[in-house]
């Protein structure tokens, strides 16, 4: 979990240090890199819904500017579900796929 906590803080500060350009311009396979952080918190709350044996909610559409804070949002729910034992067996694989998710998409920004 502590790998988890470390990149999604470090994934929300790389996000939260572009400016509003970067995030619109054009970024591949998604249409922006605010789209692929977008994806990236969609992500979380299905792996959180999971947990959880819940359906999964569309993460709204925010503005750009606002991805940091949404993908923050997403990351630190999918913590509260793993620490209060939803999930009890799978939260290490879980972890391990949210925080692959999380470097993949700051090593790409």
Known sequence: MERLEA????????????????LAASFEPEPTRADAARGVAQALEDLTAGLESREPRPVPRLADAAVGDQLAVCGHDLLAAMGTGHG???GESVAAVAADLLLDLRRRL
């Open 7 to 22: 990149q999604l803080g470090r994934t929300v500060d790389r996000l939260r240090t572009l400016g509003l350009a970067r």
């Open 88 to 90: 009890v067996g799978r």
